[in-house]
C-alpha cells in the first residue's frame, strides 16, 4: 500500500470533519458561482431565444387611420404576414379599474405574426370570442390563471365612436374563460406595468364579433398593425417606400421592432454582467475562505510528514500525502455543488430578462455546470499544492520575515509595544507557522469599503433619477389632449388660458405632434411654442432651435441618424422633405407612440414648414409650480374645462413615468446585493485574519506578556490590528468605491438614457468610517479576549 493511502486513511480518521467541511465550503461556492453565471448567460440569451420561435413582428405601423386599407400593405413585396389590432379598450369587471387594450382584429394574430410560446395551457380558438389568454405575471398579480372566468366589459358604440369616455362603459358582457398563458416579444409584461393592463388578450373572434364596440358605429376608430418582413429589419427601407407609395403619406409612423428588441437586450445584458460580478465576487470569497482552510490543513500535514523526512520521505511524496484529502472532498463539493446550480436554475433568470424567457424553469447549463465541475477540483489541488509547497520551503528556509514599513515607523516613534505589535500583525505575514494571511484580509477590507459605497452611490444615483423627471427631460407633469388628426375638438386658446390662469401652473407649451421620416427612421416631432409662462427642456448638449431650419433631436434619434450638434438631417413631413440644422441633443416629453429619448423639437415656423397645418395630435404641456399637487391641478383643470364649448372632450393626463425608470430601478438591487456580498467577505477575511494571528503568534504574545505586558495590553494589540485593516480598507476603498460607483452610474445614464448628475452617498460617506472601525474591533473581541486569556507557561514550555 502506498504512503498516500496510508496517509489519506489516517486522515479520514483523523479529520473527518475537517474534509467534511472543506467539502461543504466548495459546495456552497460552486453553487454561488455556477448558479450566478449560468443565470447571467440565461439572461442575457433570452430574448434572441425568444426572437427565434415567435415569428416576431419587425414593424410596428400606426397610420391612426379610421378605414386604412390593410390589405393593400399585406400585398405589398417583402410582406410576410400583417396581424392588425384595434386601438380601443376592454374592461375586466373582476378587477376594478383594470383594462386592456389593443384586442387582435384578424386571424393572423398568435399564428403568423407574434406566435407566442405557451407557458401553460393552450392559444385561444380564433373562433371562440369566450377565449382569453393572459401574460405570465397575470396569474400572480391577480389570483387569475387557466381555468377561471372572466367578465369582459366593452364600450357602447356611442362611447367607442368618441376619444375619451367618462363613467362605466355601456356596452355587452362576454364572459370568457383563460385558457392559456402566453408570451412574446410583443405580447409580454413590461417591467413598469408587471401584470398590468397590457397582460389580457381576447381571442380575435371578439372583435369581430362586436367590431361597432370597439371602432364606434361609423368605424370612426381605427386599426393599426404589427407586420413581419421576409428580410426583417433589413426590409424595412423599402417597406417604408411601399407604404408610402400605396398611401400617398410619409407622416406614417413606423416602429422598427429590432430596436425595442435591442433595448430590452440592453436591459437584460446589464443585469447579466451584474451576474458575473457577484459570480466573480462570489469566487473571490471562496478563494479567500476555501483557500484558508486548505492551506490550514496542508500546513498541518506538512508539519507532520517533516519527522518522516529522515526515513526517506521526498517532497512530491509529501505533497501527494497532503493534496490527496483536500483535492477528494472538492471532487465531492464540486459534484454536490453543481447539483445545487442546476436547481438554482429555476430561478432564473432574474429582472427584466425574466419576462422575455421562453422557457422558463429547469434548465441546466451544460457548458457552465461541466466547466465548474472540473474547474473546483482543479483550483483546490492548485491551491493545495501551492500551500504545501510553501509549507514546504518555509520550514527550511532561514531568511529573515519581510518588515512593514508602518511597523518600523511606529517603533522608530516610540509607540507603546501594543501599538507596535498590533502593527506588525495587521501588516506583516509572518513566517512558517506564525504566519498569518495578512494580504487577503488587506484586499477584503478595501474590497469590502469598495463595494460598500460603490453601490450606495450608484443607489444614490438611482433614488435621485427615481425622485427627480427631470433626469429624463420630463419638465411638463400634466397634458391635455387638443385634437387629433388636424382637428381641434375644442376652442385650444381657451383650454390653454384657463390652464395658465391656475397659481399651480408654471407654463403652458402650445405643441403639436406629428411623424416624419428621416433616412429610414421616424421621427415625432413636437412644436415648442410657449402660450404663458417656461418650462425648460432638459438638453444634453447645444441648444434650442430658434428658427424654422433648425432642430433639437432626442438622443436616440440622434443616435439611430448617426446625427450630432451642427449635423444636417432630411426631415420629410406633409409637406415633403427639408433640409434642418441639429443645434441640440435634447429629451422630450414621454408620448403615446414615443419614449422620451426619440423625437425632435421645432420652432412653431420650422413645424408648420415640415407639416403645414396637419398634426397628429394638439397638447398643451402644463409645466407646474415646485411643491404644487398634480393630481389637484388636474382635478381643477378637468373641472374647468366644462365651461369652454367642446371642453368635454379634451381629456387633462398626468404625464406617465417613463418605463427607462422602472428599468433603472429594477437593477438597483444587484449593486446593493454584490455591495452587501463584498461586505460579508471583509468581514469573513478580516475575522479570520485576526483570529489566526492570535492563534498562530501565540508564542510572541507569551514573550510580550512575560516581559510584563498586561492583558489590556493584549486586547490592544488585537484592537489596533482590527483598526489598522479598517483604516487601511477605508484609505483605498472610499476614493475608489465613490469613483467605481459614479462610473457605474454613469455607464448606465447614457444606456438608458437619461441626465446624468453626480450622484452623491452623503450619509454612507459619513457613517462608512465609523462604522468601518466599530464592525473591525467588534471583531476583534474574541480573539482579543483569548490573547489575554492565553496559558504564558504553557505556552513558552512546549514552543
Given at each position: ?494 383650454v390653454m388660458t384657463a390652464a395658465a390662469r391656475d397659481p399651480d401652473v408654471a407654463g403652458v407649451n402650445d405643441a403639436r405632434v406629428a411623424v416624419a421620416e428621416a433616412g429610414g427612421v421616424s421621427v415625432t416631432v413636437y412644436r415648442h411654442q410657449s402660450f404663458a409662462g417656461s418650462a425648460d ?263
Amino acid at each position: 500500500m502506498s504512503l498516500v493511502s496510508v496517509w489519506l486513511r489516517l486522515e479520514a480518521r483523523r479529520r473527518a470533519r475537517s474534509l467534511a467541511v472543506l467539502a461543504l465550503l466548495v459546495a456552497v461556492a460552486t453553487t454561488t458561482v455556477l448558479a450566478a453565471l449560468a443565470g447571467a448567460r440565461r439572461g442575457d440569451s433570452a430574448m434572441a431565444r425568444l426572437n427565434a420561435v415567435t415569428l416576431p413582428a419587425d414593424a410596428v405601423v400606426l397610420p391612426n387611420q379610421p378605414g386604412f386599407d390593410w390589405d393593400a400593405v399585406r400585398a405589398l413585396p417583402g410582406v410576410a404576414a400583417v396581424s392588425g389590432f384595434a386601438v380601443a379598450p376592454f374592461f375586466v369587471e373582476e378587477l376594478p379599474g383594470y383594462f386592456g387594450y389593443l384586442p387582435p382584429v384578424d386571424r393572423e394574430a398568435f399564428r403568423t405574426v407574434e406566435r407566442p410560446v405557451v407557458l401553460e395551457g393552450r392559444l385561444a380558438d380564433p373562433a371562440r370570442p369566450d377565449e382569453v389568454m393572459v401574460t405570465g405575471y397575470f396569474p400572480g398579480a391577480y389570483g387569475l390563471g387557466v381555468g377561471d372566468t372572466l367578465t369582459l366589459r366593452l364600450l357602447s358604440e356611442r362611447q367607442a365612436g368618441d376619444f375619451i369616455f367618462s363613467g362605466e362603459p355601456g356596452g355587452p358582457r362576454v364572459w370568457a374563460r383563460i385558457v392559456g398563458v402566453i408570451r412574446s416579444p410583443w405580447y409580454s409584461d413590461k417591467l413598469a406595468d408587471k401584470g398590468a393592463w397590457f397582460s389580457v388578450f381576447p381571442s380575435p373572434a371578439l372583435f369581430a364579433a362586436h367590431p361597432k364596440n370597439f371602432l364606434g358605429p361609423s368605424s370612426s376608430g381605427f386599426v393599426n398593425a404589427l407586420v413581419r418582413l421576409d428580410q426583417g429589419e433589413r426590409g424595412l427601407p423599402a417597406f417604408r417606400a411601399g407604404l408610402a407609395k400605396i398611401t400617398g403619406r410619409t407622416d406614417i409612423e413606423i416602429w422598427n421592432a429590432a430596436d425595442v428588441a435591442r433595448h430590452r437586450q440592453q436591459v437584460n445584458a446589464y443585469e447579466s454582467l451584474c451576474l458575473v460580478f457577484f459570480a466573480l465576487a462570489a469566487l473571490a470569497a471562496a478563494i479567500v475562505l476555501v483557500g484558508q482552510s486548505v492551506a490550514r490543513y496542508v500546513a498541518a500535514g506538512v508539519g507532520e510528514l517533516q519527522v518522516l523526512r529522515a526515513s526517506g520521505l521526498t517532497t512530491r511524496q509529501c505533497l501527494a500525502a497532503v493534496c490527496a484529502g483536500p483535492f477528494l472532498a472538492s471532487v465531492a463539493g464540486s459534484t454536490l455543488g453543481t447539483a445545487g446550480a442546476a436547481a438554482a436554475s429555476m430561478w432564473t433568470p432574474i429582472g427584466a430578462a425574466s419576462l422575455v424567457e421562453p422557457a422558463p424553469g429547469f434548465s441546466a447549463d451544460p457548458l457552465v455546470l461541466g466547466c465548474g465541475w472540473a474547474a473546483a477540483p482543479l483550483l483546490v489541488l492548485a491551491g493545495a499544492l501551492a500551500a504545501a509547497w510553501l509549507a514546504v520551503v518555509s520550514a527550511r528556509s532561514e531568511a529573515a520575515p519581510v518588515r512593514s514599513v508602518v511597523a518600523r515607523a511606529a517603533d522608530r516613534l516610540g509607540l507603546p509595544v501594543p501599538l507596535v505589535a498590533g502593527a506588525r500583525f495587521a501588516l506583516e505575514r509572518g513566517q512558517g507557522a506564525s504566519s498569518v494571511p495578512v494580504r487577503p484580509a488587506l484586499v477584503a477590507a478595501v474590497a469590502g469599503v469598495l463595494g460598500v459605497l460603490a453601490s450606495f452611490t450608484f443607489a444614490a444615483g438611482v433614488a435621485d433619477a427615481a425622485g427627480n423627471p427631470t433626469r429624463f427631460g420630463q419638465t411638463f407633469q400634466l397634458t391635455a389632449y387638443l385634437g387629433e388628426s388636424g382637428e381641434d375638438w375644442a376652442a385650444a386658446e381657451q383650454v390653454m388660458t384657463a390652464a395658465a390662469r391656475d397659481p399651480d401652473v408654471a407654463g403652458v407649451n402650445d405643441a403639436r405632434v406629428a411623424v416624419a421620416e428621416a433616412g429610414g427612421v421616424s421621427v415625432t416631432v413636437y412644436r415648442h411654442q410657449s402660450f404663458a409662462g417656461s418650462a425648460d427642456v432638459v438638453l444634453l448638449s447645444g441648444r434650442m432651435p430658434e428658427g424654422p431650419g433648425e432642430v433639437v433631436l432626442a438622443p436616440t434619434t440622434a443616435r439611430s441618424l448617426r446625427a450630432e450638434v451642427g449635423s444636417s438631417v432630411r426631415l420629410a413631413g406633409t409637406t415633403g422633405p427639408r433640409e434642418m440644422t441639429v443645434r441640440g441633443i435634447g429629451f422630450v416629453p414621454q408620448g403615446s407612440h414615443n419614449d422620451y429619448d426619440a423625437g425632435a423639437w421645432a420652432t412653431a415656423d420650422g413645424f408648420e414648414a415640415m407639416f403645414g397645418a396637419a398634426f397628429k395630435y394638439h397638447l398643451a404641456l402644463v409645466a407646474l409650480r415646485p411643491g404644487a399637487d398634480p393630481q389637484a391641478v388636474l382635478d381643477r383643470l378637468t373641472k374647468g374645462m366644462a365651461g369652454i364649448g367642446g371642453g368635454d372632450r379634451i381629456s387633462v393626463e398626468a404625464m406617465q413615468p417613463p418605463e427607462q425608470l422602472a428599468e433603472v430601478q429594477d437593477v438597483q438591487i444587484l449593486p446593493l446585493f454584490l455591495g452587501g456580498f463584498l461586505a460579508l467577505l471583509a468581514v469573513g477575511a478580516v475575522g479570520h485574519a485576526l483570529a489566526t494571528a492570535v492563534r498562530r503568534r501565540r508564542h510572541e504574545v507569551a514573550v510580550m506578556r512575560a516581559l510584563g505586558m498586561t492583558r489590556a495590553q493584549s486586547r490592544l494589540v488585537v484592537f489596533t490590528q482590527a483598526s489598522l485593516l479598517a483604516v487601511a480598507g477605508l484609505a483605498f476603498g472610499v476614493p475608489l468605491g465613490v469613483a467605481l460607483g459614479r462610473t457605474l452610474w454613469r455607464v448606465v445614464a447614457e444606456r438608458t438614457p437619461l441626465f446624468y448628475e453626480p450622484p452623491v452617498a452623503l450619509w454612507a460617506l459619513l457613517a462608512i468610517g465609523p462604522a468601518a472601525v466599530l464592525i473591525a474591533n467588534l471583531l476583534a473581541l474574541w480573539p482579543g479576549r483569548h490573547a489575554a486569556r492565553l496559558r504564558i507557561g504553557h505556552i513558552l514550555r512546549t514552543e
